[in-house]
């Protein structure tokens, strides 16, 4: 989906229910995974931007705390891709899709949507309350074009509206768990 590409870049987030603190030993492997995923993430084409505070700690960001319910908290991870497909091909492949294959070790199971993707123009950051209301909205009405997932994703602003136009990624994007 690299339709008026240069004029949008996608926004993605995802949440996680955290299982315990996240200095408790249960999570130990997955902190553990943090640093070398993110840079990895940093360098992969594609890549635009991750919040995280000024020191790189993406895990003391606050947000969506009404979200939490039971668990020892929510965590975000808020970042902007040239693609789709850029996202995706990270996602799940490499480390992370490694990362992937464990959540349920260290996150809550959730039944409602944990992601959301939309289109921003290009050189704008999204904010956490951004990303809150896309959830939201992705709860409420499923995917449209003002939040989406990998699975339905949406054309960006002016782009292609013919779902055959879209690139068929079952084959090689699959959720490992």
Known sequence: MRDNQGMWELAQVNIARLRAPLDDPILADFVAALDPV??????APGFRWRLQTEDGNATAIRAFAWDAGTSAGVIVNLTVWDSVESLGNFAFSGPHRDV???????????????????????GVRPTTAQAEQRVRRLRRQGPTAYAFTLREP??????DPDPAALPDRRAHWTCPA
């Not at 993110?38 to 360098?43: E, G, I, Q, R, V």
């Open 38 to 43: 993110n840079a990895l993430a940093d360098a």
């Open 100 to 122: 992937l294959r464990r959540r349920r070790e260290w996150f809550e199971t959730m039944r409602e949507a944990y992601a959301a993707l939309w289109w921003v123009p290009a």
């Open 154 to 159: 949406f054309p960006p602003p002016g782009g």
